[in-house]
């Protein structure tokens, strides 16, 4: 079956320090990756995303690669600020669905403090 | 102004009751799904619907119905509420079915039940 295991469920930092959340999966077909962000009292919204492994994604300073060999998809950051804390999420998108169906990790909380 | 909106944003019932939640998206989408967050788990994927057929089904019981009513209109129906079901309703919508287009969410119907 397909999941999806974040087990970082808190990240506190310090702004400007550099951030390293870790992911694995698992899927038997070929995967699109998602890092998705929650801010509080809000609905997710798409970070970025990965359709090939070893590819690069980026967006706003956050850059994500996935590995094929063991099944890993980092998401890391240079320098954080204050208003990046929310709740980050590993998604896995499914190949037999035609990637419609999103599988979510638990999320890691990020808080970066002043 | 909100591209996605659901109603209410909160809503209480009691056990074996039933209640609709509404979604209603303005972003000119064929896709439409819903997910559930309740406290215990990740995010779940529950419908996905394409030009109002539905596509993906994840949820196994069927006290859960969506209704889509037009293409921009994906309500979800819960019949014989029980507690566990008390969680945040989240909608979304992409611009087509298949392909890992990106999922626009809403801002979500928490349910709670009593």
């Known amino acids: 079956g397909n999941s999806v295991t974040q087990m970082q469920g808190q990240v506190t930092l310090s702004e400007e320090e550099f951030l390293f959340i870790n992911c694995t999966y698992s899927t038997t077909g070929y995967p699109t990756l998602f890092w998705y962000v929650q801010y509080p009292g809000e609905g997710p919204q798409l970070l970025l995303k990965v359709t090939t492994a070893n590819n690069k994604g980026s967006s706003r300073g956050f850059e994500a690669t996935y590995d094929k060999g063991t099944t890993s998809f980092h998401l890391q950051k240079a320098s954080v600020q204050e208003s990046d804390s929310a709740v980050y999420y590993c998604?896995?998108?499914?190949?037999?669905?035609?990637?419609?169906?999103?599988?979510f990790g638990s999320g890691t909380k990020l808080t970066v403090e002043p | 102004d909100p591209k996605i909106i659901q109603k209410p944003k909160y809503l209480v019932a009691v056990t074996g009751s039933e209640k609709i939640l509404i979604c209603e998206q303005y972003?000119?989408?064929?896709?439409m799904y819903w997910y559930r967050q309740s406290a215990k788990k990740p995010l779940e994927f529950m419908f996905s619907y394409s030009y109002q057929k539905l596509m993906d089904n994840q949820t196994a019981s069927s006290r859960f119905q969506p209704q889509s009513s037009k293409k921009n209109h994906l309500d979800l129906q819960i019949t014989a509420l029980k507690p566990d079901d008390s969680a945040t309703y989240f909608c979304?919508?992409?611009?087509?079915?298949?392909?890992?287009?990106?999922?626009?969410f809403g801002p979500g119907t928490r349910l709670t039940v009593l």
């Open positions: 998604v896995l998108g499914d190949q037999e669905s035609n990637y419609n169906v999103l599988y």
């Open positions: 972003l000119g989408h064929n896709a």
């Open positions: 979304a919508s992409s611009q087509d079915a298949g392909g890992a287009y990106e999922q626009y």
